[in-house]
């Protein structure tokens, strides 16, 4: 089992930044691809950013690539996304997510799934 708690979620303006983080528990951290993905109110939970086990790969959908970036650290079992210029588009639910492995962009091939964190921007 892993465990995964986000953080750092909150109110922000329109261009603003927020800072996720994921803490993971349980098995060996180095071991999962890591994800990031949200869900807004009556959407479908969609793929924001994932990174390869070692970290030396990252991957994003077309519409934040540039204004967000995913990282992580294998010694302290955390995966961050960091966010800048925040649109209202971005407002949701933020899921951190692990997979065996090679990572995906589909939400049904993650095992491990946090409890979320909410991402709100104002215009």
């Known amino acids: 089992q892993v465990q995964l708690v986000e953080s750092g979620g909150g109110l922000v303006q329109a261009g603003g930044s927020l800072r996720l983080s994921c803490a993971a528990s349980?098995?060996?951290?180095?071991?999962?691809?890591m994800g990031w993905f949200r869900q807004a109110p009556g959407k479908e939970r969609e793929f924001v950013a994932a990174i390869s086990r070692n970290g030396g790969s990252t991957y994003y959908t077309n519409s934040v690539r540039g204004r967000f970036t995913i990282s992580r650290d294998n010694a302290e079992n955390t995966v961050y996304l960091q966010m800048d210029s925040l649109k209202p588009e971005d407002t949701a639910v933020y899921y951190c997510?692990?997979?065996?492995?090679?990572?995906?962009?589909?939400?049904?091939?993650?095992?491990?799934w946090g409890q979320g964190t909410q991402v709100t921007v104002s215009s």
């Open positions: 997510a692990a997979k065996d492995s090679a990572f995906s962009y589909q939400p049904s091939r993650y095992t491990y």
């Open positions: 349980g098995r060996t951290f180095s071991n999962y691809a």
